[in-house]
């Protein structure tokens, strides 16, 4: 079969499974999913997609400026076909679905019943799908990692892409299969998946296929707990450099900054919520994670010992307050302040169901205003020049 024939036969695929993820959404929105012609359609796509990844790792579906981009193939018939579903996914700041080898039934399920009701009400749909991500551990969905102008082409932004396939998206994949079915340590397998994956972003940011810029100018708002994790790593590997932390401790700061929020992710008992609004076991979780975080990663084989105590302190500030709540001040451990202050960065540049993502300038003038009390003067100061060098005339002073 000659080239032409192959890529004809795999665009008509392509076709085929976007059509087929589309009849489930009008399935789910009409039957419940145990009705036969809900289920028929749930079959029916899911071999499809099944087969595809009998073959690759992953399958990505890519919606941006009104097209629909199938592994970094444009399908403006699609586009035009799907033109109504593709405006409802802007709006409900969808721009990526990737589909990774492992995929269950229950998974596809769910993610339709969490994408039905947000289509005809889209309003703070990236906070639930990010709330219900851990219920979709072979899916990463939600917008794309970096902010995209609205008139850019597919064209302009398809080096991009792949850059951001080949780094972020991909790296968020491996943190779902760190995180995912964690009931207690983590086992040597995934320790050592975290370390990898660690210098390799390590590496990333020397050689600028991770742009820094990217990460603290044109991060998105979406709330992936995924995006967050690697943003927080480089970020803190970027501020240790700053300020000429030795090698050795820089990889070990990386790897308590990749794993800081670990406690949020030990197999939670609570249902989460297909709203924004944050339920009080939702708010518990949060509360305790630092704790969980620290007693998971103290008993998990090969693990730095600075890891725990940044689990533990990323909240805590430094004039002693923060959370879990101290009797009294702690001396604090110089990489968790350095965690602290890109968790909260990247905190403030994300949508979260309390507020929305501050812009760049905001961001750090909200910082500026806590020097001293949330945040260590000396690398508060070492930040917002790292900052500054990177975003130009953005941020003032």
Sequence with gaps: ????????????????????????????????????????????????????????????????????????????????????????????????????????????????QVLVPLIKNPSEADLVIAKNQDRLPHILAGALPFDTDA??????LSSVLETARKSVLSFSGQLKDLFSDLEGPMSKEKVAIAKETNDT?????????????????????????????????????????????????????????????????????????????????????QWEHPIRGAEILMASPGIPDIAPLVAYEHHLHFDGGGYPKQKSPRELNLASMIVFIANCYDNLRRNRPERKALSLTNTIDWMDQRLGSLFHPLLLKKFRILVKALAGEEIRG
């Design 1 to 112: 079969m000659g080239a032409k024939a192959q890529d004809d036969k795999l665009k008509a695929f392509f076709s085929t499974i976007c059509t087929s993820f589309v009849a489930n959404i009008r399935a789910l929105s009409l039957y419940p999913p145990e009705h036969p012609e809900t289920q028929k359609k749930i079959v029916a796509f899911l071999k499809a997609l099944n087969n595809y990844l009998k073959q690759r790792p992953a399958l990505t579906m890519l919606f941006i400026n009104n097209e629909v981009v199938v592994e970094n193939k444009p399908m403006p018939e699609l586009s035009k076909n799907l033109a109504k579903l593709i405006d409802r996914f802007e709006a409900m700041k969808l721009q990526r679905l990737v589909f990774r080898s492992g995929v269950t039934q229950g998974e596809v399920v769910h993610l339709f």
């Design 151 to 156: 008139q850019i082409s597919y064209e302009e």
């Design 201 to 285: 972003i390590h590496r990333m940011i020397g050689t600028g296929e991770i742009p820094m810029k990217t990460l603290l100018y044109r991060r998105s708002p979406d709330p992936d707990p995924y995006i967050h994790a690697i943003n927080v790593c480089a970020l803190s590997v970027a501020l240790a450099q700053q300020i000429n932390l030795k090698e050795a401790l820089i990889m070990e700061v990386g790897i308590g900054a990749l794993l800081h929020d670990i406690g949020l992710h030990l197999s939670p008992s609570i249902e989460m919520s297909k709203t924004a609004a944050i339920s009080l076991d939702e708010k518990k979780l």
